[in-house]
């Protein structure tokens, strides 16, 4: 098995390529050992010192790591733990363990909010994803939307660049009830 790696634009986040599928569907976040209970393989990119976060995706597997820890002293690591999760046979998430997506959003928004989730899902998320991580749809208040950042998309110096930039602009080119958008605090 060859695992490739990417750098993404978060310095503290690493995209690794099993060349297998790791997700059917959805993503999944997992911000320490604790939460990652659901998942074999996040639990054991987790026994890796120094590991502080692991986000999978549909072909990926994003790692973050602490500051003060090179990736040079983890990088192995994080391959072997990768490597032996796929030659043990166990699955990725574990029972009926399901993968993140959008919130749900009921109420006189409802075409409002189908047009920000078909763009996010069409124009953001894939783009998102070729840097290791998610962005969400988490509610729509009073012409703002507000996005859960995900994976390398977390902590990245240039999120709020993209969100503002990027993400804000398109939403209010195509949908004009959309005034804002701001990343899930």
Not at 84 to 99: C, K, L
Not at 106 to 123: A, N, Y
Not at 128 to 148: N, R, S
Request: net charge negative; proline share 5%.
């Amino acid at each position: 098995m060859f695992i490739q790696t990417e750098t993404t634009p978060n310095p503290a986040t690493l995209k690794f390529l099993p060349g297998q599928n790791v997700l059917d569907s959805g993503t999944a976040d997992f911000t320490d050992a604790e939460a990652a209970a659901a998942s074999p393989l996040a639990q054991r990119v987790f026994g890796v010192k120094g590991v502080t976060g692991v986000f999978l995706g549909s072909d990926f597997v994003t790692v973050t790591k602490a500051d003060e820890i090179e990736w040079d002293h983890i990088k192995p690591a994080i391959l072997g733990a990768i490597m032996e999760h796929y030659q043990s046979g166990a699955p990725v998430m574990q029972g009926s363990a399901q993968a993140s997506g959008h919130a749900e959003h009921t109420g006189e928004d409802q075409e409002i909010v189908s047009q920000i989730k078909e763009l996010l899902d069409t124009r953001v998320r894939p783009a998102v994803a070729q840097d290791g991580g998610d962005i969400t749809f988490h509610g729509f208040e009073k012409g703002v939307v507000y996005l859960h950042m995900q994976g390398a998309c977390a902590g990245c110096p240039s999120s709020t660049m993209t969100l503002k930039m990027g993400i804000e602009n398109l939403l209010r080119h195509y949908i004009p009830e959309v005034t804002e958008v701001r990343p899930l605090a």
